[in-house]
């Protein structure tokens, strides 16, 4: 089984041994070391039975605290099999006299139904979420970020759809609804948590069979209430982040004013016909603008376009919807920078996106200095037409 192979990286006439994993597996019962040279986060989503995981960089360091014996047979396996062939070739010049690595990697090893070892995650979720655990601004830290992670969103509709979905998809543990609605088949032209044959259903509940079947491990709570001043704060609060995914402008000021009193982040996004725009405000930052630094106070019933009659492009809350997920998702995570002071427009028909510089409103009724709170305050709800 085993053979010789020139490494093409080689200097002089050495040569490191490849052997199929198969061999590897046999050998490492025996007596061989079996070393898995993969970085930390690449492990995490499992790595062969009984294998020690020590990244490439570190072999040489700390391959001595592992193998005091130059005659110690030694393994090296990686991803496909090119870093632990150069692991080998490092552990050869050292002076290691029986090295070999590992034909084809763990890639192979997983194929041919060898022992694999979970650390701390799971195998379910090692194969569920294994395209962001070998993300290394993801990885396993942040996998359990997403587990532990509470999102609220309001709006189990076309904004809250998409979101819902990929937030779900994306291991968040806990996500809570607030929609008091139910189905209607007018929604399914873009809310596609739902289903034909679940219309009249309360949306929470229809969304939570959505879903947990795309990940049954997500906890969905369900708040089968319509936002108010008298429940704002007991329905935002121990949330890490609030996506808002309303159709009106009494619960954008209620959320607004919530989310700045709890210091909880709140993705905003809103769609109108063709176009549609999304921003960050962010209470824990001091250089954060609030939703009333860009609309002051709520418009008048003459300049509020009609909510249910202006219609909107069934594709553009599913656009605006996973922009609110992203932003979400990096507020989870602590990465990337998050659209506070931005305000991002999309133009579907014209196919553009532009950005709008949001600055904080010292003047601010919501959050200037001179701002003073009074209360939630249940606006009236307006819709022209
Ligand atoms: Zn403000």
Redesign the pocket.
């Known amino acids: 089984m085993s053979t010789v192979l020139k490494n093409a990286h080689a200097k002089g006439d050495d040569a490191i041994r490849e052997i199929d994993p198969a061999e590897a597996c046999a050998r490492q019962r025996a007596s061989a070391l079996l070393i898995d040279v993969r970085e930390d986060h690449e492990r995490a989503g499992g790595m062969p039975a009984g294998a020690i995981g020590l990244a490439r960089a570190e072999v040489p360091l700390r391959i001595g605290e592992i193998a005091g014996d130059f005659a110690q047979e030694i393994l090296t396996i990686c991803g496909t099999g090119r870093r632990s062939l150069l692991a080998a070739r490092t552990l050869h010049e050292m002076g290691y006299a029986n090295v070999a690595s590992v034909r084809g990697g763990f890639a192979r090893w997983r194929a041919e139904g060898l022992p694999i070892a979970y650390g701390e995650v799971d195998a379910n979720a090692a194969e569920r979420y294994a395209r962001h655990l070998t993300l290394p601004e993801v990885g396993l830290a942040g996998q359990q970020r997403f587990r532990n992670a509470r999102v609220a969103l309001v709006g189990a509709g076309g904004l809250g759809s998409p979101a819902a979905l990929y937030l779900a998809a994306a291991g968040v543990g806990t996500l809570s609804l607030v929609d008091d609605d139910r189905v209607e088949r007018s929604n399914l032209q873009r809310q596609v948590l739902h289903a034909d044959a679940r219309v009249g259903m309360r949306k929470t509940e229809s969304a939570r069979v959505s879903l947990n079947a795309l990940n049954p491990d997500v906890r969905v709570e369900l708040r089968d209430e319509r936002l108010c001043a008298a429940n704002v704060e007991a329905l935002v609060r121990d949330h890490h982040v609030v996506i808002d995914g309303s159709d009106n402008f009494p619960t954008r000021y209620l959320l607004d004013a919530a989310c700045?009193r709890l210091g909880i982040p709140l993705v905003y996004g809103a769609v109108h016909r063709f176009t549609g725009q999304v921003s960050v405000?962010d209470a824990r930052r001091d250089d954060s603008?609030?939703?009333?630094?860009?609309f002051?106070e709520p418009p008048s019933a003459d300049e509020a376009p009609n909510c249910s009659e202006a219609g909107v492009l069934g594709v553009l809350p599913g656009v605006i919807g996973l922009l609110q997920a992203t932003e979400a998702i990096k507020l989870v995570l602590g990465i990337g920078d998050t659209l506070v002071g931005r305000l991002l427009c999309f133009d579907a028909l014209a196919a553009r996106f532009c950005e709008l510089r949001l600055p904080?409103?010292p003047a601010?009724?919501?959050?200037?200095a001179a701002?003073v709170f009074k209360g939630y305050e249940d606006i009236a709800q307006i819709c022209a037409g």
């Open positions: 700045r405000f603008p609030c939703y009333r630094c860009l002051a904080r409103d601010c009724p919501g959050c200037g701002a």
